[in-house]
């Protein structure tokens, strides 16, 4: 019990400092490689053993975002890392309300996490489509929109940022534009409320309902992502955090270096073979492209990869530029160049 309360704390502090600095940009993010290494920390005053203190906190804060797990920030395993927070400091720089806004050397950390078969999260992270109700009386209630400032809105976007998973509002014109308000949310099915927020942008869903806009809110949530469906209840954080965990699952690998092959159709002079090659180099758990064969428009690459040929599936999936096709006869996973 006291190991719960401990964590529970934890992370409600870590929900304070993340608020109060990225509570001004908006509802919906979009990470590139460098926030993926980017935290703020409180820090308690200009002392050398205080800015170490905050250096700590805020590689806390990276771990659980690029190993996608929650609890990463206290799981002793990662002593040796945090124990020298500053020797992978590139920048920091004093920020609003005490805090410590610091970036780490991504790349170090990457390998790190390598070196001691830890997984890592690259920038392979859908974005999740919230639709939430909240009542507010016997029969009434409000859905949370993009410009709303509630305990309970501000609460889950703090818990995306720190879980490096973007998370999508509905702004006021898309409910007027679907006839969408408390009860039509409601009445709806998950899976048309699915397929509206696919269409807004979302590659997962969730739709909440909650008792109240406040940070204790009880919420009733339905998430959705491919071919996955789940309902629970919990909190307002619980919503995001299962979604982060299911997107990590998949999407987070470990392991040594091992070589798959693929192959991608559709591809028909140069500048499609560079972008393909590009695409692929980007990806996080891929080290090493090269090209084992060609024929016709067909292109068979072999790729250094962490994880194996499934975790890699997925993220060429999720990624819209190449769509999966029937395998060939040598098993060979095979995608096609979208234009």
Known sequence: MARDFNACTRHLRLWVFVCATFGSLGSSFALTRADLYQATAPVADRSEAAQTAAFEAALRTVLIRVTGRLTADADPA?????????????????????????????AAIDRWLTQNNQPLWGRERPSTFVWLSVQTGPQSGTVVTADEGS?????????????????????????????????????????????????????????????????????RWTYLFQDRSSEFSGSGTDGVNRAADTYASLYAVSGSLAPVDIEVTGVSDLKDYALVQSYLESMTFVSHVSVEGLSGDAVRFRLSTRGGAEPLQHALSQGGRLQPIEGGDNGIQRFQLRP
Not at 83 to 102: G, H, I, K, S, T
Not at 157 to 171: E, F, K, Y
């Open 78 to 106: 990662f002593a040796p890392l945090l124990d020298n927070a500053r020797r992978y400091v590139q920048q920091y720089r004093a920020a609003p309300e005490n805090q410590l806004w610091v970036a780490f050397d991504g």
């Open 151 to 219: 305990e309970l809105k501000s609460s889950i976007d703090a818990t995306a940022m720190v879980r490096g998973a973007p998370i999508i509002w509905p702004s006021a014109a898309d409910l007027q534009r679907n006839h969408l308000d408390y009860a039509g949310l409601a009445s709806a099915t998950p899976s048309s409320l699915a397929e509206l927020g696919h269409r807004l942008g979302g590659a997962g869903i969730l739709v909440g309902h909650a008792n109240t806009s406040t940070l204790s809110a009880g919420v």
